[in-house]
C-alpha cells in the first residue's frame, strides 16, 4: 500500500514538473497595481507617443527661433566647357579693289575651330531678416504655446494610462472573484445534486427533483465557463494597456482590503479639477497657439525688410579662386524689400485658418469643462451607490448563507422543495456576486474620480 503511494506521488511529480518549469520560465512573481503602473509607463504604445509629439514640438520651437538669425550659404562649382569645331553659312562683304568700299555680300561656308574653356566659382551669402512686423516673433510665441500644449498632452496621456492601467486591473481583479464565486456556486450545485440522487436511491424525493438538480448544475457550469472566458479577456486587457502581448503570462495581487473611502465635496473636487486637470491646459495652450499663429497670419499682409552680404569669386583658372583672396571677387550688400502683392488669397485663408483653430481649442476647452462637471458628479453618485449597495449587501450575505442552510436543511427532512434550495442558492451567488462587484466598483470609480481631478498618481 504505501509502495502504491509513493508510485502515485512520483508519478504525480513527473507530470507536474513541465507545468513548474513553464511557470518559472514566464513572470516570476505577481505584479502589484504600482508594478503594472511603472511597465505602462515605459510600453504603453500611446503614452510613449504623447512623448515623441513633444520632442516634435521642442523641435519646431528650435526652427521658429531660427529665423530670428542670420543664414549663410555657400556654392562652389567647377565646370569645364567644350564646343566642338562648326561649319556654317556667313554673309561675306564684296570689297571694290579700287576703291576699298563693300559693294554688296555673298555667302561661304565657314569652319570655325572648336574651343575648351574652364570656369571656377565659390560665393557665400549673408541674409538676415531686420524686420517682418511680428511675423517672426508671434511665430515663434506660437511654437512654444503648442510645445506647452503637447506637453500637457503628455500629462494627460500618461494620467489617462495610469487610469487605464487601474481600472483593467481591478476589472481583472473582480472576474477573477467572480470566478471564484461562480467556482464556489458550480461546487454547492454538484454537493446539492448528489444529495438529491441519495435522496431519490431511497425514495425520499422525485425523479424530477434530479432533473431540476441536474439542470441547475449545468446552468451554474455554464456561468462559470462564461466567467473564465471573462477573466482570459481582462488579462489580455490589462496585457495591452502594459504594452505587453495580450497572451503574455500575468498574475497580479489583489488588495488587502479596501481602504475606508474619504469624504468628498462636490464643489471643492470640482475646483480641484479645473485646476489640475492637464486637458483643460493643452486647450488653453492651444488657444494661445491659435491667437500667435493669427498674428503671425496677419503680417503676411505687410512687407519684410532684410539685409544681405554676397561674397563671390570667379575665373577660368581654380586657383585665382581659391588663393589671392584679395583677387577676383565681388562683393555685393543692400537692403532688400519684399512686398507680397498678390498670392491667390493663401494669406486670407491662412488668417481664417487660424482664426477657426482658436475657435475649435476654445469650444475644446469649454466642453471639457462641461464634461469634467459630468464626470465627477457620475463618480461621487456612483460612490455613495456603491457605499450604500455594500452595507445592504453585508446584511444580504448573511442571510442569504443561513437561508441556504436551513433550506437544506429542510429539504433533508422532507419539510422543504428543492426548487426553496435552489432559490437560496441563486440568492447567495447572487449576494456573493454583489460584494465582489461593490468592493472593486468602488477602486475604479476612485480612480476616476481622482483621474478627473488630476491627481491619480
Known amino acids: ?76 562649382s567647377s565646370g569645364r566647357f567644350r564646343q566642338g569645331t562648326s561649319t556654317f553659312k556667313r554673309d561675306v562683304p564684296i570689297i571694290d579693289t579700287n576703291t576699298g568700299e563693300t ?23 549673408l541674409n538676415q531678416t531686420i524686420f517682418d512686423f511680428g511675423d517672426t516673433y508671434n511665430t515663434l510665441k506660437q511654437a512654444r504655446s503648442n510645445r506647452e500644449s503637447a506637453f500637457y498632452s503628455v500629462d494627460n496621456s500618461k494620467q489617462n494610462t495610469v487610469l487605464t492601467i487601474h481600472q483593467r486591473y481591478f476589472e481583472l481583479l473582480k472576474n477573477i472573484r467572480l470566478l471564484e464565486v461562480a467556482s464556489e456556486a458550480v461546487k454547492s450545485s454538484e454537493e446539492q445534486l448528489k444529495r438529491t440522487q441519495s435522496m431519490f436511491e431511497i425514495g425520499s424525493v422525485a425523479q424530477a427533483d434530479v432533473y431540476r438538480a441536474q439542470t441547475t448544475l449545468g446552468n451554474d457550469k455554464i456561468s462559470l465557463i462564461q466567467q473564465q472566458n471573462m477573466v482570459r479577456d481582462s488579462r489580455a486587457l490589462l496585457n495591452v494597456a502594459m504594452g505587453r502581448q495580450p497572451d503574455a503570462e500575468l498574475e497580479i495581487i489583489d488588495l488587502e482590503d479596501v481602504e475606508a473611502q474619504p469624504v468628498y465635496n462636490e464643489e471643492e473636487v470640482l475646483n480641484i479639477a479645473m485646476q489640475n486637470n492637464p486637458q483643460i491646459f493643452q486647450f488653453k495652450s492651444d488657444m494661445n497657439a491659435a491667437k500667435y499663429g493669427r498674428r503671425a497670419a ?92 455594500s452595507q445592504i449587501n453585508e446584511a444580504n450575505l448573511q ?10 436543511e429542510r429539504y433533508r427532512v422532507g419539510a422543504g422543495t428543492l426548487l426553496d434550495v435552489i432559490t437560496a442558492q441563486v440568492n447567495l451567488t447572487r449576494a456573493r456576486a454583489t460584494f465582489v462587484q461593490a468592493k472593486y466598483n468602488t477602486k475604479i470609480t476612485e480612480a476616476r474620480l481622482q483621474a478627473a481631478m488630476g491627481t491619480l498618481k
Do not use: W
Not at 504623447?50 to 562652389?76: D, G, K, W, Y
Not at 555667302?107 to 575648351?116: A, C, F, I, P, Y
Open 1 to 76: 500500500m504505501i509502495f502504491k503511494k509513493l508510485l502515485a506521488f512520483a508519478l504525480a511529480s513527473l507530470l507536474l514538473f513541465p507545468v513548474v518549469g513553464f511557470s518559472q520560465s514566464g513572470q516570476s512573481k505577481p505584479l502589484t497595481l504600482e508594478e503594472c503602473v511603472q511597465i505602462a509607463l515605459q510600453k504603453n504604445s500611446s503614452y510613449l507617443n504623447a512623448q515623441r509629439q513633444a520632442r516634435i514640438a521642442e523641435t519646431q520651437v528650435t526652427s521658429a527661433r531660427s529665423r530670428l538669425l542670420p543664414t549663410l550659404s555657400s556654392s562652389f
Open 298 to 389: 496677419k503680417a503676411a499682409y505687410l512687407p519684410i525688410i532684410s539685409g544681405f552680404a554676397q561674397y563671390s569669386r570667379s575665373n577660368s583658372e581654380i586657383d585665382r579662386v581659391y588663393t589671392n583672396y584679395d583677387k577676383n571677387f565681388s562683393l555685393n550688400l543692400g537692403l532688400r524689400l519684399n512686398f507680397n502683392l498678390f498670392n491667390g488669397f493663401a494669406d486670407a485663408a491662412n488668417v481664417e485658418r487660424q482664426a477657426q483653430s482658436y475657435r475649435i481649442a476654445e469650444e475644446n476647452l469649454v466642453n471639457t469643462q462641461r464634461e469634467l462637471r459630468r464626470q465627477v458628479r457620475e463618480a461621487l453618485l456612483d460612490l455613495q451607490v456603491n457605499q450604500e449597495v
Open 399 to 408: 442571510s442569504a448563507q443561513e437561508d441556504l442552510r436551513l433550506a437544506q
Open 103 to 125: 559693294i554688296g555680300y555673298r555667302q561661304l561656308e565657314v569652319e570655325q575651330d572648336g574651343s575648351v574653356r574652364q570656369s571656377h566659382s565659390a560665393s557665400f551669402t
